[in-house]
C-alpha cells in the first residue's frame, strides 16, 4: 500500500468508505465503531461537508481491535495500547509475543483437563486400585461423570491424589490439603505478580526491551516453580521441626491405633 503522502486524491477517495460501507467491509456493526470512536481506541474519520469517511487505517486499526479483544483486553486497556504503539513508545508486535507468553500454561507437564474412561481411570491407578476408589473420587469432584466418561479437571492432582491414598492417605485429607495449598499459594502468585509487574515496569533497575522482559519470562516460569519447592521444602522442615520440639508427635501412635 502506497503511504498517503503519495497517493493521489482519486486513490484516496476511492479506499474512502462512509460508516455504513467501513462496516460492511470489516463485519464490525456502525455502533460499535462510533463506540470505539467515542473511548479513543479508533482515530476520527475524514470529515468532507457533512460525511464522514474512514480509510484503509481505519479497517486495519478495526482487525487489530477486534483481534486485542480476543486476547481478553478492555477497549480502555486496548485505547491505550494503541495510543502508546501510535507514539512509537512500545513496539506492538514485540508486546503481542510478550503477552502470548504470559498466557502459556505454566504446569510443565501442561496439566490440562481430559476425558478418561473407566479402563483408562482403572490403568492410571494401577495396582493401587481398591473397591469404592471410583466412588470416592466423583465424591471428592477429582473426577466428574460424563455419560460413559470422566473429565478429569486436573490429571497432575488426580495423579497425586492416588498416590496418596495407595500410601494410606485418604482422598479426603489429599484433598482438604490441596484445598489450603490453592488457597496460600493463589495468595502468593497474586502479591509475586503484583511485584515482578511493578519491578518490570522499572525494568528491574535498568534499561530493557519488551524483548528483554520476554527473555526475563522465559527463565522466570521453571526458576519460580523451583523456587516454590525449595521455599516449601525449608519451611516444612522448619513446620515440622517446631511439631516434633512441641512433643505433640509423642501421641500420633496412641490416635493412630485408637482409629483403627
Partial sequence: MMPPATMSSDDAQEQAHTIDE????????????????SKGALPAPEIRGRVAFYGPAH?????????LQDRGLSI????????????????LNDWLGLERQLQEPWSPDQDQPRIY???????????RRRPGLLADLLRHQLIERKGDVFLVRSPGLLKIGLRLDAAGIDLETAVG??????KQLARAAADLTSYFFRRAGDGFG????????????????????EAVRVVFGQE??????KLVE???????????????
Avoid: C, W
Wanted: proline content about 3%; overall charge positive.
Fill in 177 to 182: 490439603a490441596a484445598a489450603i495449598l490453592r
Fill in 59 to 67: 479497517v486495519e486499526r478495526l482487525k487489530l481491535i477486534g483481534s
Fill in 117 to 127: 474412561n473407566e479402563t483408562e481411570l482403572g490403568e492410571l491407578a494401577g495396582e
Fill in 206 to 225: 535498568r534499561d530493557v526491551s519488551a524483548g528483554d522482559l520476554g527473555e526475563a519470562y522465559r527463565t522466570l516460569r521453571p526458576v519460580g516453580q
Fill in 76 to 91: 480502555r486497556a486496548i485505547r491505550d495500547l494503541l495510543a502508546q504503539a501510535d507514539k512509537g513508545e512500545i513496539a
Fill in 22 to 37: 467501513l462496516a460492511a467491509l470489516t463485519h464490525v456493526p456502525s455502533r460499535t465503531i462510533r463506540f470505539y470512536q
Fill in 236 to 241: 516444612m522442615e522448619r513446620a515440622l521441626r
Fill in 246 to 260: 512441641s512433643g505433640a508427635t509423642s501421641q500420633l501412635p496412641a490416635k493412630a491405633k485408637k482409629r483403627r
